[in-house]
């Protein structure tokens, strides 16, 4: 029996996911699911950063699935992600989750229970009568750990994560129908001064191959500035400089910075991830992180067929 049975590549912003999950596809025969909340948007494709161009020959999943509006969620991921590691498993590969958004690779790697919550008139009703602070507080109220802040910015989203959190009280004793995943994690590591560098470098890249024309081209299709400003910090800083509210260079100063940030906290949430019992395999980015994590599996291998042979 395989010691895993889904290979899952994090790191932060920047760290080279994409290239060793494609790597390890090509070694393994797996095939790739994206676990990130703006790759699946048709449209967001170089402010996402979803380099369709390094899979070549590999299939990807979640990628280009749903229009720009939909309100994709932990819901709809669950189901796309169990779906396609159904498919995968048919075919005889190995799943290989790349991600991503922590929200996102939280929900599969703790199996976050998956429920359906449909729109509930009656507590739309009420909730119509109440201030947006007061939103923001009964969905505190339910929610103590809310990672999700977006929600507390849009009434409309707002009254929606209200009606979630309700349901999914009104739930708790439903079955969790989450499949039985066996997670090896590799996590690439970069010192500090070098992933700022390259953040730097991908952000001067993707401006010059025309991410403020991808923007501005989403807009003219009919998407918000409101609903860019929820597509993540590239969408929020160009969509502020197309409306005149940033020249181009603070835009670019003020984004570079954010990423940094938003970096940062990943690191902390990959080190949060570890420290509640996670076990992660860290890979040295400025090392060949495919012979690093080839190394790990290898291990595995030897001592779960040492294992069976004891048996």
């Known amino acids: 029996m395989s010691a895993f049975n889904m290979l899952v590549v994090l790191g932060s912003t920047a760290s080279g996911k994409t290239k060793l999950a494609v790597e390890l596809a090509r070694r393994l025969n797996g095939e790739i699911i994206s676990a990130d909340s703006r790759q699946v948007y ?49 075919k005889n590969k190995l799943t290989i989750l790349a991600g991503g958004s922590a929200l996102y690779v939280d929900s599969i790697l703790k199996g976050y229970r998956l429920i ?3 729109e509930n008139k009656a507590l739309r009703s009420t909730l119509a009568r109440l201030s947006h602070e007061q939103l923001i507080q009964k969905l505190i109220q339910l929610k103590p750990n809310l990672h999700n802040t977006t929600d507390l910015i849009e009434r409309e989203r707002l009254v929606r994560a ?29 010192p500090r001064e070098v992933i700022r560098q390259r953040i730097t470098l991908r952000l001067k890249q993707r401006m010059a191959q ?8 989403l807009h003219a299709q009919g998407v918000s500035w409101q609903t860019l400003y929820f597509y993540g910090l590239e969408y929020r800083f160009i969509a502020q400089h197309l409306q005149g509210q940033l020249s181009e260079n603070d835009c670019f100063q003020k984004l570079n910075s954010a990423i940094h940030q938003f970096s940062k ?20 980015g400025d090392k060949n992180t ?8 290898a291990g595995l291998n030897t001592t ?8």
Not at 166 to 178: M, R, T, Y
């Open 265 to 284: 906290k990943q690191d902390t949430w990959l080190r949060r991830l570890e420290r509640n019992g996670t076990k992660i395999h860290w890979l040295d």
């Open 116 to 118: 359906a919550v449909p």
């Open 210 to 217: 025309g991410l403020i024309e991808e923007v501005a081209q």
């Open 42 to 90: 048709r449209g967001l494709d170089i402010g996402s950063g979803k380099d369709l161009d390094e899979y070549q020959e590999i299939n990807h999943h979640l990628i280009d699935i749903v229009d720009p509006g939909y309100e994709y969620n932990i819901f709809d991921f669950q189901q796309d992600v169990i779906n396609a590691h159904q498919q995968i498993n048919l």
């Open 162 to 190: 209200i009606e979630i959190a309700e349901g999914e009280l009104a739930a708790q004793d439903k079955i969790n129908d989450f499949p039985a995943l066996k997670p090896l994690i590799f996590a690439i590591k970069w």
């Open 304 to 311: 779960n067929t040492t294992n069976e042979c004891k048996t």
């Open 290 to 297: 495919l012979a690093q994590a080839m190394a790990v599996i």
